[in-house]
Nanobody
Framework: QVQLVESGGGLVQAGESLRLSCVAS????????MGWYRQAPGKERELVGT???????NYLDSVKGRFTVSTDNTWNTVYLQMNSLKPEDTGVYYC??????????WGQGTQVTVSS
């Protein structure tokens, strides 16, 4: 089992940048994919971007070219760099880790609010 703690959310204006971080603990050596999801008020949770240890990545179409998911060398921290933020990017952002088993673990979420 993996525990995840996010940080870095906040209130920004449209066009600005923000970086989210997520630190994993526990059985981090079992992780093979990490990424970020978000949930806007009244909407379902959606995938923002993920990366795998074998080098694959996947992004939501609306964030391609603006958002980047990356990890540190030890794969115990995952980042979400968000540039050119838009009001529609507002939501609660959740860190996700997929481990061999498979196991799917989530962070507690961090609020991102983009004002116009």
């Amino acid at each position: 089992q993996v525990q995840l703690v996010e940080s870095g959310g906040g209130l920004v204006q449209a066009g600005e940048s923000l970086r989210l971080s997520c630190v994993a603990s526990g059985r981090v050596f079992t992780i093979y994919a990490m990424g970020w999801y978000r949930q806007a008020p009244g909407k379902e949770r959606e995938l923002v971007g993920t990366v795998t240890k074998d080098g694959r990545s996947n992004y939501l179409d609306s964030v391609k070219g603006r958002f980047t998911v990356s990890t540190d060398n030890t794969w115990n921290t995952v980042y979400l760099q968000m540039n050119s933020l838009k009001p529609e990017d507002t939501g609660v952002y959740y860190c996700n880790a997929v481990s061999y088993g498979p196991h799917n673990d989530w962070g507690q979420g961090t609020q991102v609010t983009v004002s116009s």
